[in-house]
């Protein structure tokens, strides 16, 4: 069976630079990428700007190497931020940009590193303000009926946003994606600070879990290990919440025989949006150890939900 977990492949490139891929850095994407396969990850995870394409370019060369590989997979890609010496020229500054030209070019680049004739998914990376839906959806529909993609993702956009596209797309939107973690929690903050004061401190987009709920739309969550920060990382002297979390994350797993870091992807699978987390590690053994968190979300105690979310937020809710 297919894991609801996606891999992100954003850090198996090496570094973003100019410089090519190393040898050992392809060792290490293939033994990444197998591990993912072991756990039952279908859904990899790319955009053009991660390490200046070298990540793309990397798992090209495992599809390449191995032509089976391909048929295992399920494949999106992201286009739209240009970052100065990587997609934009080096004075440029740090924009977004998704007019017709840029995103056709930022797809062709992506298929070329790829080495494949098309992805399951194409998503717009981040909304660009001179954008014009009307030219977007164009563009993608013609990306569509061309073969190129399957469907559209939309990144980091509000709930306007995503229902804007979804009025001027033939091509369906099957996934929005956003930061969401237990450290990034504002998508449950908004739910339980409902009419409180301190509800207005937090800008998660209103309703958005609930639009794509109702409309079919996968939700995919990036950033969802937090960096590592309650399941090993070190933790700022200062940040009394980060580890008190850590803490409350190792009893849970403890108690539940299952690494931390599993502890961490199933708070956000047990909520009923149907979150897909997006892995960002390169280590086989923390990549091993999110396979759990699926099966542990379905037995996660509701007072374990809310003990993981009060170390979190530093006090108990309102």
């Given amino acids: 069976m297919s894991s609801r977990l996606i891999y992100g492949c954003m850090t198996i490139g090496g570094s973003w630079d100019d410089a090519p891929p190393s040898a050992g850095t392809v060792d290490r994407a293939r033994a990444a990428v197998h591990a993912a396969l072991d756990a039952g990850i279908t859904d990899f995870d790319h955009a053009d700007i991660y390490a200046h394409g070298k990540s ?52 062709e680049g992506s298929l070329r590193r790829l080495r494949v004739d098309s992805v399951e998914r194409f998503m717009l990376h981040r909304p ?11 563009i993608l529909d013609e990306l569509r009926k061309e073969g190129l993609i399957r469907s559209v993702g939309l990144s980091n956009m509000s709930t306007r946003q995503v229902s804007r596209y979804q009025q001027v797309l033939s091509t369906p939107v099957t996934a929005v994606q956003l930061e969401l973690s237990l450290r990034h929690r504002s998508f449950v903050e908004q739910q339980i600070l409902a009419n409180h004061p301190e509800g207005a401190e937090h800008s998660f987009p209103e309703g958005l879990l609930e639009y794509c709920a109702a409309d079919g739309i996968e939700v995919q969550a990036w950033g969802a290990l937090a960096r590592g920060l309650y399941t090993g990382a070190p933790i700022p002297p200062e940040d009394q919440h980060a580890a008190a979390t850590a803490e409350t994350v190792h009893r849970i797993a403890s108690a539940h025989g299952v690494a931390g870091e599993a502890v961490v992807l199933a708070w956000l699978m047990k909520h009923p949006g149907g979150i897909r987390p997006v892995l960002g590690t390169t280590d086989p053994e923390r990549i091993a150890a999110c396979a759990a968190a699926e099966e542990l979300a379905s037995r996660l105690g509701h007072e374990d939900w809310y003990a993981l979310l009060t170390a979190a937020r530093g006090q108990s809710v309102p």
């Fill in 56 to 107: 793309e370019e990397v798992f090209g060369e495992l599809l390449a190497e191995d032509p089976e590989l391909r048929r295992r997979v399920r494949l999106q890609t992201k286009c739209g931020v240009r970052l100065p010496g990587n997609t934009a020229a080096p004075g440029a500054p740090t924009h977004y940009r998704l007019d017709r030209d840029t995103i056709r070019r930022g797809l």
């Fill in 128 to 138: 660009d303000p001179l954008a014009d839906p009307r030219e977007v959806a164009g």
